[in-house]
């Protein structure tokens, strides 16, 4: 018995040992996670003021760009607005011209259709009557 009570004494003071090093490694933990929390802090701070500085810097660099964006889009208002206003004259008087010149041939080819008109008429009126008095010539045929 004396070797089965040297175990139970090796071993059970193994397992003491080993809890008391579980309980020392939580209470380290615990210390760390305390004496690093202010760390912590001054880390969120830091990166919170870092972000405020980036958009004060970034802010009138923006600012910039939009400012230069919209004087630029305003110069090419101003630089293409004259030219768009000379197309549309000059499509304006090429459209006048244009009928100007037409006008005189679309006339002449009225007049010569109406005419045509005129004309086909008056021969299919000559026809009709024609037709007519031949019918009134013809005496009929007796069988």
Known sequence: MGLSSFFKTLFGSAKETTNELIEKAETTIEETKV????????????????????????????????TFIDETVDKIKETASPH??????????????????TTPYIEKAEELLNDAKAKGSEAINNLKEKADSDEDD??????
Do not use: R
């Open 35 to 66: 004496s690093t929390q202010p760390y912590i802090e001054k880390a969120e701070a830091f990166v919170d003021e870092t972000v405020d500085k980036i958009k004060e810097t970034a802010s009138p660099h923006i600012e910039k760009a939009e």
């Open 84 to 101: 768009i206003e000379k197309a549309e004259i000059f499509i304006d008087e090429t459209v006048d011209k244009i009928k100007e010149t």
């Open 138 to 143: 013809v005496e009929p045929k007796k069988i």
